[in-house]
């Protein structure tokens, strides 16, 4: 065992944690992205900003297919 939680424990139990909680919007289901597609995207997105905190403020859901595009989607 390990006394902390490495990043590729993260990826190994994202898919199976996440895609439950996830719900596509229209758009998203019309153009075939599936939950698993956005869950990938979503470590890839966070693997490549590791270390660099971004504020609350510039996060924003670019580059997944279908993601919300109000905070009232959210």
Do not use: C, Y
């Not at 992205?33 to 590791?50: H, N, P, S, Y």
């Amino acid at each position: 065992g390990s006394n902390h939680v490495s990043g590729d424990d993260v990826v190994a139990v994202a898919t199976p944690i996440l895609r439950h909680r996830i719900i596509l919007n229209f758009a998203a289901q019309s153009e075939g992205v599936t939950v698993d597609e956005v869950i990938r995207q979503l470590v890839k997105a966070a693997a490549k900003g590791a270390g660099e905190p971004m504020p609350v403020s510039e996060v924003k859901p670019t580059g997944v297919v279908g993601a919300p595009t109000t905070k009232r989607e959210v």
